[in-house]
C-alpha cells in the first residue's frame, strides 16, 4: 500500500491508484492499517481535490469521505462549490454523508433551493438529478423536516386490503358497512371509514387506492400519472394542509434489480417536480410510500401506503425471533379453524416462540388454561413480555416438548411446526415421528392438533402409519412453499 501511496504522491496513476485504495477499504482487515497510513496524509487529499482529472477528484472525495475524515470537510465542501464538472458534484456531497455537515446545513439549504429554481437541460438532466438528490438527503438527515399524525378516521376511502389470496372472503367477511370486491392482491373496500376496519386482524397490509388504477413502466409517464392522480388530495384529508411530504416509491414484480432501481431514481424525481415539491423523495425517512405493484402486461398498479397511520392490531407483539410467524398469518390460522375450536378449551403450542399463535387463538375464541413450550430461552422471555401487554395469561415454559409432563390432558394443540432447516429429511421424518408420539401422551382422546406446517408429506405418512388419527380438514395457505394448515382429530 505504501508503494501505491507513493504513486499517487509522485502523480502516477492517480485515479487508478484511488480507486485500488477505495476497493482495499472495503474489506474489514486493511481498514485499520489504511487509516493510519492516511492519518498523515491529509494535505495530500485536500490537493487531489484540486487534481486535473475530474474522476482523480471524484474518487479523492470519496476517500474522504468513506475515511471519515472531518478535519477535511471544509476543503471538500470548497471544492464541491468550485466544481464545475456535472458528474462529480454529487460525489462530494455523497462523501460528506459520512460525515458531520451540521455546520453547513444552512449552507447546502440554499443551495439545494437555488438548485430546485434552475432551468435544466434534457443533456444535463441525469447529473442535475443526482445532485438535488444528495444535496435533499443531506438537508433532511440533519433537518428531517415536520412529522405528520394522520386524523382522517373518519373519512371515507377505497382501500385494499392485503391479505393470503387463498382465503381473500375470511377478510371480505369482516368488512361491516362498505362495498367490498375481491382482487388478485387481496379485498377492495370502498367508500369505507377507516375506523371500522383497523380491527380486523387477517388482513396483512391496508392501501389506499388512488383514482388512477393503471401508470406506465416508463418513469417519466409513471410520475405524470401518479401527480395527476388524488394523491395530494388523500394525503390533505388524512393530515390537514401540508407543505411537503416525504416519500419513497417501491416496485414489486419482475422488473429486474438494476432496471428497478434507476426506475424508481428517475420516477421519484419526475414526482417530486411534478407537485412542485410538496412531494420530497425521502428514502431514509419517509412517511409515506408508493407501492407500485407489476402487472402481467409490464404497466403498474400505484398503491398508497401510509406510515403514519399507524397499525395497532398487533400492539402486543413488541418482542420477535427470527423464526416468528406474523401476526396476520396466526389470526387466518385462527379463524380459519375457529369451528374446531372448544369453548373454554384447554390449549397447548409446544413450540410457541414469542406467544403470537396462543395469542390469536384466544382472540379467536376464547380459550381456558393456555400452556406455551419452546426450548429457546429467549422465546420464552419475549412470549412473557408479549402477552403481559394483552393482559391475558398463559403459562410459558423453557422446556423440550419431548420431556414436557402435565397434570391434565389438553383439548388443543395449536402450533406453527418448526421448519427443516439444517435437518436432513431423514431427522425430520423422525422429528414428525417423535411428535405424533408425544402428542399422543398430551393430548384428550376427543383432541384436536391444528399445525402449521410445509412437511406434507411427512405428516400424511404419520396419519397412514397411525390409526390413532385422522386428517378432518386442509388449508393451503402458501402454495409455492408448501405452507397448509392441518387439522387433525383423535379417533374416539
Partial sequence: MEEILHDIKQGVNVRENLIEIRSRLKEPSERDGLFRLFAGERELLAALLSHEDPKARKNAALLIGELGIQELLADLYQAYEKEETLFVRADYLKAMEHLDISAYIEKLREQLTKLTAREVTEENRKHYREEVSRL????????????????????????????????????????????????PLGVRVRNAELSHLLFIPTFRELLFWLDVTTVEADPEKAAAGIAGSNLLELLERGHGPFSTFRFRI???????????????????????????????????????????????????????????????????????????????????????????FGDRAQVLDP??????????????????????????????????INTARTGKEIHYI?????????????????T???????????EQDIFYSRFFDKAEE????????????????????????REGWRLLNEFCLNEKEDFSVYVIGRRK
Fill in 136 to 183: 435533499q438527503r443531506l438537508v433532511l438527515k440533519e433537518t428531517p423536516g415536520e412529522n405528520h399524525a394522520f386524523t382522517g378516521f373518519k373519512e371515507r376511502y377505497d382501500v385494499l386490503l392485503t391479505t393470503n389470496r387463498n382465503y381473500r372472503e375470511i377478510t371480505a367477511r369482516q368488512v361491516k358497512e362498505a362495498k367490498v370486491s375481491l382482487v
Fill in 442 to 465: 398430551v393430548l384428550k382422546r376427543d383432541g384436536v392438533m391444528i399445525l402449521y406446517s410445509n412437511e406434507k408429506g411427512l405428516i400424511k405418512k404419520q396419519l397412514r402409519l
Fill in 351 to 384: 413450540f410457541c416462540g414469542v406467544g403470537t399463535m396462543l395469542i390469536e387463538r384466544d382472540r379467536a375464541r376464547q380459550a381456558g388454561p393456555m400452556y406455551g413450550i419452546d426450548i429457546f430461552g429467549e422465546a420464552i422471555a419475549k412470549a412473557r
Fill in 398 to 414: 423453557n422446556r423440550d416438548f419431548f420431556a414436557f409432563t402435565h397434570e391434565y390432558l389438553f383439548d388443543e394443540i395449536f
Fill in 250 to 340: 417501491t416496485v414489486a414484480g419482475k422488473m429486474p434489480l438494476d432496471k428497478r432501481g434507476d426506475f424508481i431514481k428517475k420516477c421519484s424525481f419526475e414526482l417530486e417536480q411534478r407537485t412542485e415539491r410538496r412531494l420530497i423523495n425521502s428514502p431514509d425517512h419517509y412517511e409515506a410510500e408508493l407501492k407500485l405493484a407489476e402487472r402481467k402486461d409490464g404497466t403498474f398498479l400505484p398503491l398508497l401506503k401510509l406510515h403514519t397511520l399507524k397499525d395497532t392490531r398487533f400492539s402486543y407483539r413488541k418482542e420477535s425471533i427470527a423464526a416468528s410467524i406474523h401476526p396476520s398469518d396466526a389470526a387466518l390460522i385462527a379463524a380459519l379453524t375457529v369451528p374446531y
Fill in 416 to 426: 406453527n411446526m418448526p421448519v427443516r432447516g439444517k435437518k436432513t429429511k431423514e
